[in-house]
């Protein structure tokens, strides 16, 4: 299982953005528009399935560190 990640475009900082799947499910996911709460410049910002990544890693360290 792994997180969705998005670039916020005004810090360059990538964030989860709340859904986790696994990379089979993600392929299914179709590329509509969502929003996501970015933690680090605090407005939301819309993003495709062409914008995410699939992270099986999780959230990465900068935002673990951010949340800390």
């Known amino acids: 299982m792994g997180v969705l990640l998005i670039r916020c475009p005004i810090a360059g900082r990538e964030f989860p953005t709340g859904i986790e799947t696994d990379r089979d499910s993600f392929e299914l996911i179709p590329d509509t528009l969502a929003q996501s709460q970015c933690p680090f410049c605090g407005t939301r910002h819309w993003w495709?399935?062409?914008?995410?990544?699939?992270?099986?890693?999780g959230a990465p360290a900068e935002m673990i560190a951010a949340e800390g």
């Open 48 to 57: 495709s399935k062409r914008d995410a990544r699939l992270s099986e890693l």
